[in-house]
């Protein structure tokens, strides 16, 4: 992963007089000095944006936006990069007044700086610094261009995009390819185009391979849209969900996309940009990628002066992250960009630094990669996708009750590495993981993290590194000795040096055992361990909870953990019958032979005026709930296909089943709004009358309509008001309608509000370490442990008191002296706050 780079943030905007004014913001966001000012005529504009703009003309321009503060600023930062690190101009266009021009159409990738990577005191740097653009003796290279620096334009979206990157979750890349169309279009003007068939501007399938050969083996996924050439329909369907990021390659005309009118054809037909807008809006798409010719371009003649661009008005509307083409596409330009953009975010990279990385593949050539964000001053971060091995493997986790039979709650998500490396003295704990990952190798690399951060901060302590170490436990739990213990141990045992111990168990291995003795030894013959692990893995999400329950109840623990695989992929159309048909046998269930698809099933259902009727099970839980959700537990591609179509074509109040049926599973639900959406049937709670509806169940609907920003129109409040949902829930409510950068210090009073704010997708670009420094809040604290563990999260809990500290393992000790029962209150609350209290659901209830 590449080093942070460091931020030079300055502002352009317009005033009354059509006059250009440039600002150096300091770090909390206010101008640092006064602002520098250009007053372009009309022939400066036009020289501008002229590829073939005179020196004189693009100094003005370069000596306004960097200003001689700016200029030494950017001298400073140059000057202290390590090895790898960039420097990255934030360039912030302010709305105000219009000028003679959009602020996105200046040619800032044009503006010069010095050639030289590096700054120092008396070099070319210093005399640019002091003398500007036209200094003579330095030769310079187009920010465009500069290895070091990436630039970044940030606009002010109408709405701002709740974040919906989970870590491990969105995994999707849509490619879109559309280069083979050809033939008349009308735009949205009315115009009519010709769109010429592939040449040596266009580009065939290269960059969909490429792309699938650097995703092979990462995280993340490429999701082709077939057939090619893509049409509308089928770009939209592949946008459904919310994939991490949509890649298009082909042709722009007039602010659209040129794709298939109808599948299997090349006939030209063209999708209107603000269309497509919407739909990555909608459906929460962080990054949308076009490699079509001008997508970054301001259209030509006098409307191009006022008229944003394709790539411009996607992160007006909200899209995060928005990366297009200034110029013209030559052939294996796409590809290549593809192959580098790509690789970077594989590798971690922060998405300026990969198309830093991606420009390369257009030197020699006028056409630039730019990148527009909607998330002004926030992280560039799309995840962690990095390769598929156990380090870097998702680390998201569920707390769940020993009564719980089969189900996560979003409530209670936790991170592996904060919930196991932060703890407080000794522990045991009990994970059910499918993956059966190194779990000792992503606790190492975090102790390593921690104690990396502990260095860096000149902390004070003692001693040695807690090392975790992995022990595969045989069938039956064997006579362990001094000598015996350490030897079965990977990495080799190091006397002396604290440990921590992951017992690996198979889930076809006995559970009812005396696991309470057996801790008990290993503690005896370890001292200092800390930890315990017991991560049962090697067989079926159902198979690993049954076990990991049977060991947690005979430990007498209240809880365990739970980390779930991703969905698989839904069976072939041939085989979905056969799929579905194993699924319901397994719940008892039945169903006419020859349906072939969830379709066909729901029709069924609507027809047949009952749901399925299952002996036994939860009082109070539809039975056709119980179904769908054992179905799901089975065969999750089998379920995910039968919950999408329930929530279309389902007919009321039955539809409710499937809703219900998804309580706990913020994604599930998500989608199962969504696809309600799409078809017109997004439900108020009339439409489910005579229906107990829970209140967990009502919060969950809730903040699914925030987090899917379905949450402006009569069926939210009608939610909202009429079924007065938790308090948490309705102040999450409010925080979403304040606007943009809405989350206060204030909204983390608690952990269950912090905990509805992460479930609506509040909590993007708000970080809890900048809005509670102190960490006075106690939701800070219920997200320390929520969130993924970055360094910067460890630094903050490592500038807490030596009391707080140590509710989290990173204290010196615990207060001593008078007991200070006012201190001891306050540090119980902190660790509540921690490990919030599991609701265990009454017998027979579904909440």
Known sequence: MAATPRDVVVELSWGDSGELHAALLTPEGRPGGEPEILCPDEDDIEALLSPECDEFTLAGLSDTVLSEAARGHISREMALLTDGQKVRLRILLRGGPEGPVRLAALPLERIGVPEANRADANGPWQNWVEHGYLTRGVSKTPLGEHPRISL????????????????????????????????????????????????????????????????????????????????????????????????????????????????????????????????????????????????????????????????????????????????????????????????????????????????????????????????????????????????????????????????????????????????????????????????????????????????ERKEPFGGERLLWYTYDSPQNLPDLTAESLPQALSPDYRPGRPPGLVVRRRASFAADLDWTGHVKELRRLLPGLRGVVLQVHDGSLPAVRRTARLIARRLGAEEYLVRAPEHPDAPAPELFGAALGKALRSCGAELPAGLSDASAVVGYLNDAGSAWDVAGGEAGVPREARVLRAVRATQPGIGDELFHAHAVGRSDPARWASLWATEGDDAATRTWLRSAHRAGRLPPPEAFRGVVLTPTMVDTVVLGLLHTGLHTDDVFRAWLEEQRPSDAVVAAAKVAARGEHAVRAEDLSSPEHAVALDRAGLLSGADFTVLDPRGQRLGSWTLLTRLPLTTSRMAWALDRSPARRSLVGLGNGHPGGVPDYALLDELHDFRRALRPSLLTPPEGAWT
């Open 152 to 455: 970044v334009r940030e606009v002010l979206p109408r709405f701002t995009m709740p974040s919906a990157v989970v870590d491990g979750l969105n995994d999707v890349v849509v490619v879109a390819n559309a280069a083979a169309v050809q033939g008349d279009i009308t735009t949205r003007a009315g115009t009519t185009r010709h769109v010429a068939g592939p040449g040596p501007l266009t580009y065939g399938s290269g960059d969909q391979d490429r792309i699938v050969g650097v995703l092979d083996g990462s995280r993340l996924r490429t999701r082709p849209v077939e057939p090619a050439p893509a049409d509308v329909e089928a770009v939209h369907d592949a946008l459904a969900g919310g994939p991490l990021a949509f890649y298009f390659g082909g042709h722009h005309v007039d602010g659209g996309l040129v794709v298939a009118r109808q599948p299997g054809s090349t006939d030209a037909h063209w999708l209107d940009g603000d269309t497509l807008a919407a739909w990555l809006v909608q459906e929460k798409v962080p990054l949308a990628v076009l490699m079509a010719c001008d997508s970054a371009s301001p259209a030509s003649g006098e409307e191009g002066l006022h008229e944003a661009a394709l790539a411009e008005r996607l992160a007006l509307a909200g899209v995060p992250y928005v990366v297009a083409v200034d110029g013209k596409v030559r052939d294996g330009q796409a590809a290549d960009f593809a192959d580098r953009f790509f690789t970077a975010l594989v590798r971690g990279h922060d998405v300026d630094l990969a198309v830093l990385e991606g420009a390369r593949a257009f030197e020699g050539s006028d056409a630039r990669p730019v990148l527009f964000t909607a998330r002004a001053g926030a992280p560039l971060r799309l995840g962690t996708p990095a390769p598929r091995e156990a380090s870097s493997m998702p680390s998201v986790a569920h707390r769940v009750p020993v009564d719980v039979v089969d189900r996560l709650d979003e409530r209670f998500r936790v991170c592996l590495k904060a919930e196991l490396c932060l703890r407080e003295g000794a522990f045991t704990a009990v994970l059910a993981d499918p993956s059966g990952d190194n779990l000792a190798d992503l606790l190492n690399r975090t102790e390593q993290d921690l104690w990396r951060t502990r260095t």
